[in-house]
């Protein structure tokens, strides 16, 4: 048994007792009222999950297991002193709850590379299937749930096993799904949008490294990328769609392809994870409306404000949870500031960050004005040439399996149920709050 099982066991047995006790001793204890204002906006702020792998503060932005985005910048292992840090150290902080060393850094590494080469063929066929333009979301999802006849946990499950023992084969599935991602979505790009010219993995490469490599970028700044987008999407907290979906679908022991396959479903969303390719077509389309390359801050302002005289949404604006502009946007935008000071569609993107927030606080209706992740993670891709914009929901996938598997783990490590909350018919709300 390799050092980070053991590592898992050592830290999750102790754990499931914990849970076990609050259930048995604690559970009649209330945490919180929930209004029906909360029901019926999408359970707002109902606190109702239980996630470890990072929290979500509406003004500060989000921690992973405690740690800010700039600390983990000084704290993970990087390859380079003045890079960003490895996604795989990120993984080892989300499952252990520690900071890695550059050994366990490159254990996983090692385990991702070695686990990546063996995808079996019909995965491929699979894809090759599908119409090239069928979105790339849509062949991503199809490969995961193809690939779902490998799964380690139905096998164990079918053989007989000890509920104790779930998060083994969970862990198994989790390592090999994570491996393979960069292979299947560099495959997918290089399928739609290179004339089927595909590049071997790199075994000596590092996870982000190689997505970058079979994507067909060899340039270190763009592997320096690849890097900190995998790092900065990983998790945000449980309650997000993509979370969400994984564990739930999860909580019925569906395995780990099933439950990933749930949750890239919701990303696939225009108010999730689709919304960073939404933002480049907001943008392009504005270009064009407005004949200019360079167009002024009132210009913007106008088109800004008829997208929302039409009924519609500025993409890469506004949050479920944030209340202040997303540390995730401005990690990206000091990046680009870094490495491409001259960048025209960053200089855009700012632009309109000085533009949209007070366009949407004057509605009088929208909680949080500021940009999220999704309104300069496109730019910044398209700037390094990265110009598909399709693709980009997919990137966001691959690293969000980092944060929603890690959690599928701990959920088998804590042995959680299935979940199944109580619903009730407008008739019953209606009753409920005496509505006359
Ligand atoms: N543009 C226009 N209207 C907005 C926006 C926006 N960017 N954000 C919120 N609103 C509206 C919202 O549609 C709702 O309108 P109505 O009452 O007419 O239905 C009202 O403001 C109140 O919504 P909130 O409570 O502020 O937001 P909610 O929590 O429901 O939704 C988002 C959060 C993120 C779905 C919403 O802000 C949005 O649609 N943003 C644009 C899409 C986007 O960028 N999504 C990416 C989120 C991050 N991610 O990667 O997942
Ligand atoms: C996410 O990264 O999941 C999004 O910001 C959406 C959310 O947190 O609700």
Not at 52 to 74: A, H, N, V, W
Not at 162 to 170: A, F, I, R, V
Not at 263 to 274: C, E, F, V
Not at 355 to 365: D, F, H, Q, S
């Amino acid at each position: 048994m390799d050092h980070i099982k053991q590592k898992i066991i050592e830290i999750g047995r102790p754990k499931s007792e914990t849970v076990k006790r609050l259930i048995k001793e604690y559970g009649d204890q209330p945490i919180q009222e929930v209004n029906l204002g909360q029901v019926l906006t999408g359970m707002k702020g109902v606190v109702s999950l239980l996630t470890c792998t990072s929290k979500l503060d509406p003004e500060e932005g989000i921690r992973f297991r405690g740690y800010t985005i700039p600390q983990l910048q000084e704290l993970l292992p990087k390859m380079q002193v003045d890079g960003e840090p490895l996604p795989e150290g990120l993984f080892y902080l989300m499952l252990t709850g520690e900071l890695p060393t550059k050994d366990d850094v490159n254990f996983i590494s090692n385990q991702w590379a070695q686990r990546a080469m063996n995808i079996p063929p019909h995965v491929f066929d699979v894809i090759n299937a599908l119409p090239k333009d069928a979105h790339p979301m849509i062949q991503f999802n199809t490969a995961i749930l193809a690939m779902s006849t490998e799964s380690q946990f139905r096998k164990a499950y079918l053989a007989g096993m000890d509920k104790k023992d779930y998060w083994d084969p969970t862990y198994e599935g989790v390592m090999d799904l994570i491996a393979r991602l960069p292979v299947i979505a560099s495959y997918i790009y290089r399928r739609v949008f290179h004339n089927e010219k595909y590049i071997e993995l790199d075994p000596a490469l590092d996870w982000a490294g190689n997505l970058a490599h079979m994507m067909g970028y060899e340039e270190v700044e763009v592997k320096r990328l690849m890097r900190l987008y995998m790092m900065i999407h990983a998790d945000h907290e449980g309650g997000n769609v993509s979370a969400h979906a994984t564990h739930l679908v999860g909580s019925a022991l569906s395995n780990p392809y099933y439950s990933f396959s749930a949750g890239m479903n919701g990303l696939a969303g225009p108010l999730h994870g689709m919304a960073n390719q939404n933002v480049m077509h907001w943008i392009h389309k504005m270009l064009r409306e407005i004949g200019e390359e360079n167009p002024s801050e009132d210009q913007i302002r106008e088109y800004a404000k008829e997208t929302l005289s039409k009924g519609q949404v500025i993409p890469g604006y506004g949050h479920a949870v944030l209340r202040k502009t997303d540390p995730r946007f401005t990690v990206q935008l000091e990046f680009a500031k870094k490495y491409l000071p001259d960048a025209p569609l960053i200089q855009l993107v700012e632009k309109i960050y000085n533009v949209v927030p007070e366009i949407l606080l004057a509605t009088g209706k929208v909680k949080n004005p500021w940009p999220n992740v999704d309104a300069i993670s496109g730019s910044l891709l398209s700037s390094y040439g990265i110009t598909e914009y399709p693709i980009y929901t997919v990137l966001f996938g691959v690293s969000r399996a980092l944060g929603v598997l890690t959690q599928l783990i701990w959920d088998r490590l804590y042995g959680l149920p299935i979940e199944r909350p109580k619903s009730q018919n407008l008739a019953w709300y209606m009753n409920k709050v005496n509505y006359q």
